[in-house]
């Protein structure tokens, strides 16, 4: 079994939202912490990590709590960047591959960063039969959102959505208004199956795809 590729010094930022691999991410950049970082990783056509805060707060204020977060995130990788300002940049980023935290450190300018290993990406899993309706309640959601507001975008699924269980979940998991925390959990799930298995619990409960 080949053993898992690793990344050192990785730049983390820590976020109040879950990053999906194939998702899309919007920020505002004005940290002088993450400045810096961003423009490197762009001009080294390289990723950064995106992992959810267990606790603290994305902009650190005085008195806020210390920055915890979870060990699995996602590496962003910069499709766009705008600075319309000094001391500000836009961002738009795509998730990819997901990670572990083996060693973290807190730089003197407070940038994170982490020694990582890769897990291992989603396989290919046909959504079964009885998993069809999370599919095409998808499309029927994916549509309405369109109708509503024409600047709606979701990430371009592959050939077959239908056949991909991990993207559909993927897809459900950034759509569905669940605590932040239930996300994290179905996000470091390294089975696909299992992950749309209980996304669909979580839209029978709710009716959506009942």
Request: with cysteine.
């Amino acid at each position: 079994m080949p053993h898992p590729l690793a990344l050192s010094s990785l730049p983390l930022f820590p976020l109040g939202t879950v990053l999906f691999p194939g998702g899309a991410l919007s920020l505002r950049v004005f940290e002088v912490r993450y400045l810096d970082m961003v423009r490197k990783c762009q001009q080294a056509g390289a990723p950064f990590g995106v992992v959810a805060l267990r606790s603290g707060e994305e902009v650190r204020r005085a008195g806020a709590p210390e920055e915890r977060f979870h060990d699995v995130g996602t590496l962003a990788v910069i499709e766009q960047l705008e600075s319309p300002q000094a001391g500000l940049i836009h961002l738009q980023c795509r998730g990819t591959e997901r990670f572990r935290i083996q060693q973290r450190s807190q730089l003197p300018h407070g940038l994170w960063v982490a020694d990582v290993e890769l897990c291992p990406p989603d396989q290919a899993v046909a959504v079964p039969p009885d998993l069809e309706r999370t599919a095409t309640a998808l499309a029927q959601v994916v549509a309405q959102l369109r109708l509503r507001d024409p600047d709606f975008t979701m990430p371009s699924p592959p050939s077959d959505p239908l056949a991909d269980c991990g993207w559909v979940a993927n897809r459900w998991c950034e759509l569905l208004p669940v605590p932040p925390e239930l996300k994290q959990q179905l996000m470091a799930l390294d089975n696909p199956l299992l992950r749309l298995e209980l996304v669909g619990d979580v839209l029978e409960r709710t009716g959506i795809a009942s």
